[in-house]
């Protein structure tokens, strides 16, 4: 095959996978969609060309990777990896870079934070590889099945992306203070989405105008729907109403795939309302990430504890959280996270 023939085999390659994400996504391109090698050094290439202008499909152009790798044999010892649903997987990473775009501060100057995220995602995808080689990895490097599978259903890689969420936040996001009010942000956007729904995936499209409002193509395989919370969580504030709350929200979260299971102990009325009580999660999808970030006393994601804070604060309550990591000789694997509930009618997210 002469050059000019590869470049046209490598060019239809590239379009399909565009065109795809731009009816996905439109011009907020979700960052974390891309594989490995979403950092592309034809980028420059195919924007001269003037087949991608600088809305949505400069960022899908980053998918169009001349360099990469065709994947290899699959050998029989290499393990399957396990599979999350996608739109648990979507959801909570795409809602951690919304509130990071909406965020300001550090990350106000344009593609600041997409920048930072693809260059550290480059850089640690050798270790990632490293530590999964057991694994069949082979999917996030064939275009054809990036079409057919939203990668981020990989459990491994979604964990390994969500810490990379989490050290590009952390790099602009210093103070723990903020750091903290990044994540109750975060939780209150999740918890939101389990009231009222969510789906993701490919838009609909009418003629050749793309509509981000439009329905979502539930027939795609790269579609998801978190459906929205029924019946209604109690409306009260009590410690009975915290608890079947708070229960619920964790088994739709367990339901949804985010977690193995949970436990959640009894709430013990404590001096002026307070209340106390310990929850376990087991295994959340991003427990690699958690660990490490925890570890290295880094910015963890809490998605879960965060969810429960929004219900709290949405009750009138402020909260007080103290995690750790399940003991290392532990059967089951996860975190644990004491709990303190002050009365506070300023802590309403309304």
Known sequence: MDVLSRHMVRFRRALRVGLLLILSHGARFDWTFLGPFGDLRNRRHLLSSGLFHTGALVLSGETAAAETPVAGPTYRTLRAPPEIPVATAVILLRTTQEAALDWGGPFSKPGLYQTSFNKKRSEGFPAFKERYATYDLSALLNQTQLLAKDPRTNRLYFSFLNEVQFRTLQDGIKRRGEQE?????????????????????????????????????MSSPLSGRWPSLSPPLPKGGSSVDLAKGSQRLLDYLRREGYCKDFTLSSFKLKDAGKLSFESFVEEPINLEATSTLMRSRGFPPRYDQRILQAFFADRGFDSELDDELSDAKSAMKGVRTKWLLTPDPDASLE
Not at 181 to 207: A, C, H, M, S, T
Not at 209 to 214: G, I, L, Q, R
């Open 181 to 217: 009010r990044f994540g109750l942000n975060v939780g209150n956007r999740l918890y939101r989405k389990i009231l009222q729904g969510d789906e993701v995936g490919p838009r609909l499209v009418k003629g050749d105008t793309y509509d981000p409002k439009a329905p979502v193509d």
